[in-house]
């Protein structure tokens, strides 16, 4: 609907209003965080999850709508950590925010990361005295 043909009310100007503080609350910089540099070269970047929901409602009563109007709204924003972003030395990794593993598939599935790099690294040290 076009704005300039959108018919003012106070509901109307509710909802604006509890949207524009959502939105205020929630972008880019909430989803992907803003760098951060540690001493040694380290940059860390935030990453998050972000869920929201919003509702509202009103009600005209009488023939002079702003004189007798009531209504409300309301919004909830949650938001999760779920990584960083790891960058060292031209090397990116991502290093998960995650609740403990419970069992031992989970922990068996956070294990495989750094089982793959440490046969990597076998792999590449066997390879480079073998051409030695």
Do not use: C, W
Not at 78 to 87: C, E, S
Not at 92 to 115: G, N
């Amino acid at each position: 609907m076009d704005n300039t043909m959108e018919k003012k009310s106070p509901l109307t100007d509710l909802m604006r209003s509890t949207m524009e503080k959502i939105h205020e609350m929630v972008d880019t910089n909430t989803i992907v965080g803003q760098p951060i540099t540690t001493p040694d070269g380290v940059t860390l970047i935030p990453i998050s999850k972000v869920s929201f929901g919003f509702g509202s409602g009103g009600g005209d009563y009488g023939k002079a709508p702003k004189e007798n109007f009531g209504g409300g709204s309301g919004a909830g924003v949650k938001i999760d950590p779920v990584a960083f972003l790891v960058i060292k030395d031209g090397a990116t990794r991502v290093l998960p925010v995650a609740v403990p593993p419970v069992s031992t598939l989970d922990r068996v599935v956070e294990m495989v990361p750094d089982i793959m790099d440490k046969v990597e690294k076998y792999f590449d040290k066997k390879e480079a005295k073998e051409t030695d």
